[in-house]
Nanobody, 120 residues
Framework: QVQLVESGGGLVQPGGSLRLSCVSS????????VGWYRQSPGGKQRELVA???????????NYADSVKGRFTISRDNAKRTVYLQMDNLSGEDTAVYYC??????????WGQGTQVTVSS
């Protein structure tokens, strides 16, 4: 089992920035990948935002096309924390953001979600 706890959501104006954090109950070395997904209002399913896999000291990152160049995923292994730096936010980024951990046995774990609202 992996418990994931997100923080850092809130209300921000268009063009602004937010940083989300997610603390894992287990070391990242025991988890294949960690990342962020989001579900927009009325959205049918969660969509991938960014992930980082455990295949090297820095890991391999993957981003949705819609956030490339604006969002940055990173992790602090010692703190068992993964971050999502979100810059130049727009209304289309409004969603509930979920932290995800995927085990080497392809089991997914989810945080409770944190709301991000981009509005003037």
């Amino acid at each position: 089992q992996v418990q994931l706890v997100e923080s850092g959501g809130g209300l921000v104006q268009p063009g602004g920035s937010l940083r989300l954090s997610c603390v894992s109950s287990r070391s990242f070395w025991t988890i294949y990948a960690v990342g962020w997904y989001r579900q927009s209002p009325g959205g049918k399913q969660r969509e991938l935002v960014a992930t980082i896999t455990n295949d090297g000291s820095d890991g391999t990152t993957n981003y949705a096309d819609s956030v490339k160049g604006r969002f940055t995923i990173s992790r602090d292994n010692a703190k068992r924390t993964v971050y999502l730096q979100m810059d130049n936010l727009s209304g289309e980024d409004t969603a509930v953001y979920y932290c995800n951990g995927r085990s080497y046995h392809d089991v997914n774990y989810w945080g409770q979600g944190t709301q991000v609202t981009v509005s003037s």
